[in-house]
């Protein structure tokens, strides 16, 4: 039996159940526009709308849509107008694609700080040490892996970047690394860190690789500046002797082809007279087979011939038999000039021109003069 309550106190309220809220809550909110039948399927019709509404979405061109489906990555859309399962089953991220990110490896601010030296040392192809400091350009290649496969993109590129750097310096002396090879060093590391990170299906692109700096440590450098300067002395030493050689050695060569020219001209000219001489003999030796006496006498002439056009004086034996005269003359056609004539000296007689006896034989004296 319970007490009843006493007079002037008010009844206390009792706790209803959530269910009751809950269709209370409904009955309300249709009774408070005081909606029929068909205002109640024209708003339950709204709502089915607008939650399919929630299924299409659009990619914008600087970005790639990730799908997930109860956070779990499915897919990867391009720009444009694509449809999914609606709100809360399928939800999309649309991160930026297109933009260029930087990793800076070294600290190029402070080139003398031991740490910072000590992390950018490497070691070059020729066993020497060279401090190098690069910057990466990267961007997002495919959305979906670069957020589901790596888990800090930045700094695994960085790792990434800092290894494709020492690998190809490991493989370059370090005259090259310092002056021509700079931009063959960047493109090979450009090509191995993105081969690292396609292996790793990491989702980005590597723009450029940029070589800021490589210098040999602080420590080392005035002695490597002297080792520098006298390769640059042997260089220039190397390329004076090579401007001396340039010089000299055409000239040379011109010379010695112009000996041998004149010695192939001599040449041709002697075996051309021998050749000559050769063939007049033959000639001679064929007509004295072919008239012994008539050839051998004509010899004989040219040869006295010969002798005495070069003689200034010409000696006469007339005691010998057979010789009645000598019929001396002077050739008109003569262009050498006489001798002088000694003063008080007369100048010598020319004798009177006298033929040779009818049927006289002619000898070899005789012949000779004419």
């Known amino acids: 039996m319970t007490d009843a309550p006493a007079a002037g106190d008010e009844p206390t309220p009792q706790p209803e159940g959530l269910g009751a809220l809950l269709r209370e809550g409904v009955l309300n909110l249709v009774r408070a526009p005081r909606l029929g039948r068909r205002g109640v399927r024209l708003l339950v019709a709204i709502v089915v709308i607008g939650w399919a509404a929630t299924s299409i979405y659009r990619v914008q061109p ?11 990555w499915i897919d990867t859309t391009q720009p444009g107008l694509h449809v999914h399962l609606p709100f809360p089953i399928d939800s ?4 930026k694609v297109t933009q260029i990110n930087q990793v800076q490896l070294g600290n190029p601010s402070a080139p003398g700080d031991p740490a910072s030296g000590r992390e950018r040392q490497m070691l070059t192809g020729d066993e020497n040490i060279v401090e190098a400091d690069c910057a990466v ?16 993109p930045e700094a695994a590129v960085k790792i990434a970047a800092e290894g494709a750097l020492r690998d190809v310096i490991s493989h370059t002396p370090i005259q090259a690394a310092m ?4 931009q063959q060093i960047a493109d090979e590391t450009k090509t191995l860190l993105q081969s690292l ?6 989702g980005i692109e590597i723009t450029q690789v940029q070589l800021l700096r490589v210098e040999p440590p602080l420590a080392v450098i005035d002695a490597f500046n002297d080792v520098q300067r006298a390769r640059a002395d042997q260089e220039r030493s190397r390329n004076e002797a090579e401007a001396y050689a340039n010089d000299i050695l055409p000239r040379a060569r011109g010379d010695a082809e112009r000996i041998r020219q004149d010695a192939e001209a001599y ?14 003999f033959l000639s001679v030796y064929a007509s004295y087979q072919n ?8 010899l004989y002439l040219d040869s006295v011939d010969e002798v005495l056009r070069k003689a200034t004086k010409v000696i006469f034996d007339t005691s010998g038999k057979g010789v009645s005269s000598v019929v001396p003359y002077m050739p008109v056609t003569e262009t050498r000039a006489r ?8 100048p010598p007689a020319i004798l009177p021109s006298v033929a040779p006896p009818a049927g006289a034989q002619p000898t070899p004296a005789q012949g000779a003069v004419r």
Do not use: Y
């Open 62 to 72: 600087d970005e790639q849509g990730v799908v997930l489906r109860f956070g779990h």
């Open 179 to 182: 002056s021509d090879k700079r």
């Open 92 to 95: 999309v991220l649309f991160p």
């Open 339 to 346: 001798p002088a004539v000694p003063q008080g000296l007369a």
């Open 137 to 152: 350009f990267w961007k997002i290649r495919d959305a979906g892996e670069f957020l589901f496969r790596v888990n800090a």
């Open 197 to 202: 990170l396609d292996s790793e299906h990491a």
């Open 267 to 280: 040449k041709t000219q002697v075996v051309n007279l021998a050749q000559g001489d050769a063939s007049a």
């Open 291 to 298: 008239a012994k006496e008539v050839t051998a006498w004509r």
